[in-house]
């Protein structure tokens, strides 16, 4: 097949570097040039080539809404505009609301393809205006909108879609209030306003004739009228909307994803931007804040902040599916290195009441990280919440500690809070007590250990043996191999217990290492 060794070898390289965006973009390449160019008369080979590399992509980066388009493209070149338009509802799941021209392909394709079922037009039209209508840039949507009602040939149709746009804060929102003006005249008068705006005027016109302050005009030109004056306050209000967002909206240079970084300043203005639109709207119009918020994690895809926004805002709202939805796809377009989206993701799943689902995620990261240290604790206080004792986290810790896959210098960790799980299995000390001695010679050299193991003697209750059990580690500690400084550190923690335990102060005098090291004001 023409091309396919070009094609192998980009795939190729891409399983070695399936991270390296410009890989990806030759392999698109290629897949285009098989047998001369993909067409409907290409082979079913070549045809699958092609849709198995914009799979893979759009799998690995689902933000990319620009090759979504592409693919929708090749598919209805192909002859098959269904395909066509499975590939658009599949990128709309990525990218529901985060892109107005995704939606604008959408539309214009739908209208290309379907040319007698004016409703199932309506009802895509209908989604794209719920999903994007308030987006500041979706003046290009509107547009396809009102030209679509246009050629239905329905002035007031066209009215009704021309006042939708104008009560949004866009971009562009002058030119629709000029074809406001253009219009109002020509359509009838009940169309003027929206429904609930239209009934509050012919009840003041009605109730003003009857009480006999009206201003003695026909019923239509006294609605008119006021319609005009609600259009100028409408025209006020959404001015001042797009004035207070332009210092934001005038500092976003990118607003589709890309595998780099944004640039601080940029992210910075998101962050903003949405502190802004919580504030502004997160009482009287939450959808916009949602809106904003699918705007900037396309961009901004990358940056795990974003998205941590995003949940707890969703979770303080109390929308909790919404938040399950968000959460799915921030795991699926972040790193899996970046845990704190995933292990915030686990615990929430884990408040519903979905224990398996949050283990579940636990372990996949611990597949991608199995020596993160911070996983196998969260994954420890699953399992001992879950099953009504700290024996299910004890064999996790058990398991990490017996593992190859943690770093030795990150194991003291994993023991300390298994020695605490074990005093609370068992209500006493000895068990922790034997498995802090157990260790002392393995982690002899480790300060953190040291530390740890002392301050689980000297938190333990008041008792006769208490101070031997300290002292007993003190004396370890003194026979280690740590550095000055380390050991005075230790010292210290040592002194404040021999002063707070004022019982024991002859006996600390008579230990010559630590008595010579410190001194006691």
């Keep these: 097949?023409?091309?396919?060794?070009?094609?192998?070898?980009?795939?190729?390289?891409?399983?070695?570097?399936?991270?390296?965006?410009?890989?990806?973009?030759?392999?698109?390449?290629?897949?285009?040039?098989?047998?001369?160019g993909i067409n409907r008369y290409s082979t079913k080979q070549a045809i699958d080539i092609v849709r198995d590399s914009y799979d893979r992509l759009l799998e690995r980066f689902p933000l990319l809404h620009g090759?979504?388009?592409?693919?929708?493209?090749?598919?209805?070149?192909?002859?098959?505009?269904?395909?066509?338009?499975?590939?658009?509802?599949?990128?709309?799941?990525?990218?529901?609301?985060g892109s107005v021209q995704l939606w604008v392909e959408y539309c214009k394709f739908m209208l290309l393809t379907t040319t007698r079922n004016m409703d199932h037009i309506r009802a895509v039209l209908e989604r794209a205006a719920a999903a994007i209508g308030s987006h500041f840039l979706a003046h290009e949507f509107w547009d396809v909108y009102i030209e679509f009602e246009e050629r239905e040939g329905d002035q007031n149709g066209v009215f009704k879609v021309v006042l939708r746009a104008a009560s949004n804060p866009l971009h562009q929102y002058a030119k629709y209030f000029d074809k406001l003006r253009r219009l109002q005249d020509k359509v009838h008068y009940d169309v003027l306003v929206p429904p609930f705006v239209a009934d509050r005027l012919r009840a003041e016109i009605e109730l003003e004739q009857i009480e006999g302050t009206g201003n003695n005009?026909?019923?239509?030109?006294?609605?008119?009228?006021?319609?005009?004056?609600?259009?100028?306050?409408?025209?006020?209000?959404?001015?001042?909307?797009?004035?207070?967002?332009?210092?934001?909206?005038?500092?976003?240079?990118?607003?589709?994803?890309?595998?780099?970084?944004?640039?601080?300043?940029?992210?910075?203005?998101?962050?903003?931007?949405l502190q802004f639109e919580m504030v502004e709207n997160s009482k009287t119009d939450i959808d916009k804040v949602l809106l904003l918020f699918e705007r900037a994690i396309v961009p901004s895809a990358l940056h795990e902040e974003v998205w941590l926004l995003y949940v707890r805002f969703?979770?303080?709202?109390?929308?909790?599916?919404?938040?399950?939805?968000?959460?799915?796809?921030?795991?699926?377009?972040?790193?899996?290195?970046?845990?704190?989206?995933?292990?915030?993701?686990?615990?929430?799943?884990?408040?519903?009441?979905?224990?398996?689902?949050?283990?579940?995620?636990?372990h996949d990261m611990l597949r991608a990280l199995p020596s993160s240290v911070e996983i196998i604790l969260h994954l420890c206080g699953?399992?001992?919440?879950?099953?009504?004792?700290?024996?299910?986290?004890?064999?996790?810790?058990?398991?990490?500690?017996?593992?190859?896959?943690?770093?030795?210098?990150?194991?003291?960790?994993?023991?300390?809070?298994l020695a605490r799980l074990e005093q609370k299995a068992t209500g006493t000390a000895d068990s922790s007590r034997e498995l802090y001695a157990s260790y002392a010679n393995v982690f002899a050299d480790m300060f953190y250990f040291w530390r740890e193991y002392l301050r689980f003697e000297i938190s333990q209750p008041p008792s006769s043996a208490k101070p031997d059990h300290v002292r007993n580690v003190m004396e370890q500690i003194e026979n280690t191999q740590l550095k000055d400084s380390l050991l005075k550190d230790l010292r210290h923690i040592y002194q404040e217990f021999i002063l707070r335990e004022g019982a024991t102060l002859e006996d600390y005098f008579s230990q010559p290492k630590i008595s010579n090291a410190m001194s006691v004001s």
């Design 1 to 36: 097949m023409e091309g396919l060794q070009e094609w192998n070898r980009v795939n190729a390289a891409l399983e070695k570097d399936p991270d390296n965006f410009e890989l990806w973009q030759d392999l698109i390449d290629r897949a285009h040039a098989l047998e001369g």
């Design 67 to 97: 090759f979504w388009i592409k693919y929708a493209n090749v598919e209805f070149r192909l002859g098959s505009s269904d395909n066509a338009d499975k590939v658009y509802e599949r990128a709309l799941g990525y990218i529901p609301r």
């Design 217 to 273: 005009l026909p019923f239509e030109q006294d609605f008119r009228e006021r319609a005009q004056l609600y259009h100028f306050e409408l025209y006020q209000k959404v001015q001042a909307q797009v004035s207070k967002r332009w210092q934001y909206e005038s500092a976003i240079h990118r607003e589709h994803f890309h595998v780099a970084f944004l640039e601080e300043l940029e992210l910075v203005n998101w962050r903003r931007y």
């Design 314 to 362: 969703l979770i303080a709202s109390e929308l909790y599916d919404e938040a399950l939805t968000v959460f799915g796809r921030a795991c699926q377009v972040l790193p899996v290195g970046r845990t704190e989206v995933r292990l915030l993701y686990a615990k929430f799943v884990e408040s519903q009441g979905d224990i398996s689902a949050a283990r579940a995620i636990y």
């Design 382 to 417: 699953l399992e001992s919440r879950s099953q009504a004792s700290v024996k299910g986290g004890i064999a996790v810790l058990e398991d990490a500690l017996a593992s190859g896959d943690v770093r030795f210098e990150d194991k003291h960790m994993l023991l300390s809070e």
